[in-house]
């Protein structure tokens, strides 16, 4: 019974590892506890236990630091390489390199651009029916042409281009017809993204990148070389826009052939406006008409009319010879050999020289030249720069032209403007003495900066306050009345020039009339030269067709267009108009003060 509930245990063998049995000098406990190992096979099996142990621990540490590496990963960095990853995404779309450089606007404006592209090319010997080729290209590219496309793809050469810029439809189109020999190559193409309004400003490129006209021509290595830099010029997209647009209103309205605007600061030279009319699309320069691309601001070469009797009455406030209050015989014209010297406008008096240029006389102009004579005229003219072509940025840029000899006849015309012809930008230079205290800025379209030579003083700060002052009488007493702009306190003169004939001679009934002005004239700040040529009479002007009628009005709606963007205070009466606001104020909390003080009943 006892055995059936406590059977007795049965005696296990000693555990051997596999082959131990088999083995001579293993020993064995007989007390059935462990096996007992001697010798070699001890220090055998021992250091295999040991091996087995770094193996394993290796192991172990091994996927312990991967563990550690994917929860780091996964857990805690997965915010910020999200960061890292967008970042770089975003980096990827914004940097792009171009291999010419932008041109942007005095306020950062972008006016021109590289673009992705791609060119077409063919390998002639690669084509296999030149024919068929050349029906497809022209069916999808309509705007080749087909037999010139032909002889391309049968030149047997192995590189020629077919069309250049394709669209991304266009390339499309073109790889969908599957034709063999024809390859796309990666380009660029300059884009200006403001269309003609910088035209002749910036100028154009060649297909190969390449300036070939204004400022792309000019600066073509430095934009090439610096592809990351822009080029910022002095201009002002909404000031070159302003001024476009009011004179394409205005040469259309007197049926003129062309017109042009220079617009610059008198302290600096910076040209803030150029305009040429006609323009063109710089895109399809090659394809423009010669006309159209002609710079008349920087390489028209014009007579100027009466504008010149600035420069006149400047020099004779300048000789200390002739004073303001100085008089002179207009009532008789002049009679040198067979030319006769008349008045526009004649008085039958004696006028001073104040009202000599208010009044426009060509005689009171030639007399008071003559009483200096020709080398002091010469010598005058030459140090405001008349007689030089100015030094601008841009490669079209004409010489001004003059007698040679100059004899007394032309000292005479030249002093209100006939028998010599300038550029407006010659003008403009030469303008900015008169009015800035009489210092020398040569025009240009890069910002000036604190490095540059200080301008040149070539008159007397004298002269220049005087002729400011009789610039603004000729705006309110005198024959440029329509060129007023109420709280911008212009002056100016208008000038009217009959052009040369093919034939030789001067038409008539052909005038190219222009005005040279500033504003505002308590302290100016902008110079301007308008020009229209050949503009037509109107019914409106009672058919007149000089500067006074067209030009000079054009002006005006140029600088009431301007002068709020150019951030000019207006003026009321003379002062400003926050000035005269405040003083308003004032004088009415003054007058509250007295009403109050008296116990006047105001509500009576």
Same mark, same amino acid.
């Given at each position: 019974m006892?055995?059936?509930?406590?059977?007795?245990r049965?005696?296990?063998?000693p555990?051997?590892?596999?082959?131990e049995e088999?083995l001579?000098s293993?020993?064995?406990?007989?007390?059935?506890?462990?096996?007992?190992?001697?010798?070699?096979i001890k220090?055998?099996?021992e250091t295999g236990?040991?091996r087995m142990?770094?193996t394993?621990?290796l192991?172990t540490l091994?996927f312990?630091?991967?563990?550690?590496?994917?929860f780091?990963?996964m857990?805690?960095?997965?915010?910020?390489?999200?960061?890292?990853y967008?970042?770089?995404?975003?980096?990827?779309?914004?940097?792009?390199t171009h291999?010419?450089a932008?041109?942007?606007d005095?306020?950062?404006?972008l006016?021109?651009?590289?673009l992705p592209t791609v060119?077409?090319?063919?390998?002639s010997?690669? =084509?296999i029916?030149p024919?068929?080729?050349?029906?497809?290209l022209?069916?999808?590219?309509?705007h080749l042409?087909?037999h010139?496309v032909?002889?391309?793809l049968t030149?047997?050469r192995?590189?020629?281009?077919?069309?250049?810029?394709?669209?991304?439809?266009q390339?499309?189109?073109v790889?969908?017809?599957?034709i063999?020999?024809l390859?796309?190559?990666?380009?660029?193409?300059r884009a200006?993204?403001q269309?003609?309004?910088?035209?002749h400003?910036?100028g154009a490129?060649?297909?190969?990148?390449?300036?070939?006209a204004g400022?792309e021509?000019?600066f073509?290595?430095?934009?090439r070389?610096n592809?990351?830099i822009p080029?910022r010029l002095t201009?002002d997209?909404r000031?070159?826009?302003a001024?476009?647009h009011?004179?394409?209103?205005?040469?259309?309205?007197?049926?003129? !052939?062309?017109? +042009?605007a220079?617009?610059m600061d008198?302290?600096?030279?910076?040209?803030?406006?150029?305009?040429?009319?006609?323009d063109y699309?710089?895109?399809?320069?090659?394809?423009?008409?010669?006309?159209a691309?002609f710079?008349r601001v !920087?390489?028209g070469v014009y007579?100027?009319?009466?504008?010149f009797?600035?420069?006149?009455t400047a020099?004779?406030l300048?000789?200390? #010879?002739?004073?303001l209050q100085?008089?002179?015989?207009?009532?008789?014209p002049l009679?040198?050999?067979?030319? !006769?010297?008349?008045?526009?406008?004649?008085e039958n008096r004696?006028?001073?020289v104040? /009202?000599?240029?208010?009044?426009? +006389?060509?005689?009171?102009s030639?007399?008071m030249a003559?009483?200096?004579?020709t080398?002091f005229q010469?010598?005058?003219l030459?140090?405001l720069?008349?007689?030089?072509?100015?030094r601008?940025e841009?490669?079209?840029?004409?010489h001004p032209l003059?007698?040679?000899?100059?004899?007394d006849?032309?000292?005479?015309t030249?002093?209100?403007?006939?028998?010599?012809?300038?550029t407006?930008?010659s003008?403009?230079r030469g =303008?900015?003495?008169?009015?800035?205290?009489g210092?020398?800025?040569?025009p240009?379209l890069?910002?000036?900066?604190?490095?540059d030579?200080e301008?040149?003083?070539?008159l007397?700060?004298?002269?220049?306050l005087a002729?400011r002052?009789?610039?603004r !009488?000729?705006?309110?007493?005198g024959?440029?009345r329509?060129a007023?702009?109420?709280?911008y306190m212009?002056g100016?003169?208008g000038g009217?020039?009959?052009?040369i004939?093919a034939?030789?001679?001067?038409?008539?009934k052909?005038?190219m009339?222009s005005?040279?002005g500033?504003?505002?004239m308590?302290?100016?700040?902008?110079?301007l030269v308008?020009?229209l040529?050949?503009?037509?009479?109107l019914?409106s002007?009672?058919?007149?067709?000089?500067?006074?009628w067209?030009?000079?009005?054009?002006?005006?709606e140029i600088?009431?267009e301007i002068g709020p963007?150019l951030g000019? #205070?207006?003026?009321?009466?003379?002062?400003?108009?926050?000035v005269r606001?405040?003083?308003?104020?004032?004088?009415?909390v003054a007058r509250?003060a007295?009403?109050e003080? /008296?116990g006047?009943d105001?509500?009576?």
């Open positions: 006892m055995a059936r509930l406590f059977p007795r049965r005696k296990v063998a555990f051997l590892y596999p082959g088999l001579p293993a020993g064995i406990d007989r007390k059935g506890t462990h096996v007992v190992l001697d010798g070699e220090q055998a099996l236990r040991v142990l770094v394993a621990s192991f091994a312990c630091g991967i563990s550690v590496r994917l780091d990963v857990v805690l960095g997965a915010v910020d390489h999200q960061v890292s967008k970042a770089k995404a975003v980096a990827k779309t914004e940097v792009i291999t010419r932008d041109i942007v005095r306020n950062g404006l006016l021109a651009t590289n060119n077409l090319y063919a390998d010997q690669k =084509l029916n024919a068929e080729a050349a029906d497809k022209v069916a999808v590219l309509p042409n087909r010139d032909f002889n391309r030149s047997g192995r590189f020629v281009y077919l069309d250049r810029n394709l669209t991304p439809r390339q499309q189109s790889n969908s017809e599957g063999p020999g390859f796309f190559e990666n380009a660029e193409r200006y993204l269309g003609s309004l910088f035209s400003v910036l490129t060649d297909p190969d990148n390449n300036g070939i400022t021509l000019t073509n290595e430095a934009l070389q592809p990351s080029l201009v997209a000031v070159q826009h001024v476009r009011t004179l394409l209103r205005n040469m259309e309205k007197f049926s003129a !052939t062309a017109a +042009s220079v617009i008198v302290r600096s030279g910076e040209i803030v406006s150029l305009v040429s009319l006609p699309q710089p895109e399809n320069f090659g394809a423009s008409d010669a006309n691309r710079n !920087t390489l007579e100027m009319g009466s504008i009797k600035l420069f006149n020099m004779a300048e000789s200390g #010879q002739i004073r100085d008089s002179y015989d207009t009532i008789n009679k040198v050999a067979r030319f !006769t010297i008349r008045d526009v406008h004649r004696r006028l001073n104040a /009202e000599i240029l208010t009044r426009s +006389s060509n005689i009171g030639a007399r003559m009483q200096l004579g080398e010469k010598k005058f030459g140090r720069g008349i007689l030089d072509a100015a601008i841009l490669p079209e840029t004409g003059y007698p040679q000899p100059w004899r006849i032309n000292t005479m030249i002093s209100f403007g006939h028998g010599i012809a300038v407006p930008i003008m403009i =303008l900015a003495p008169l009015v800035n205290g210092y020398m800025v040569q240009t890069l910002p000036r900066d604190a490095g030579p301008p040149q003083k070539v007397r700060t004298e002269t220049s002729l002052k009789l610039m !009488t000729v705006i309110t007493d024959t440029a329509k007023e702009v109420p709280g212009v100016g003169k009217t020039a009959e052009k004939s034939s030789g001679g001067y038409n008539r052909n005038n009339n005005f040279a500033a504003f505002p308590d302290d100016p700040r902008y110079a308008v020009t040529d050949e503009p037509k009479g019914k002007t009672w058919g007149f067709a000089t500067s006074g067209n030009v000079v009005p054009t002006a005006g600088i009431a963007i000019i #205070q207006p003026h009321v009466n003379g002062q400003p108009i926050e606001a405040m003083k308003t104020a004032q004088a009415r509250t007295v009403v003080e /008296e006047i105001v509500a009576r």
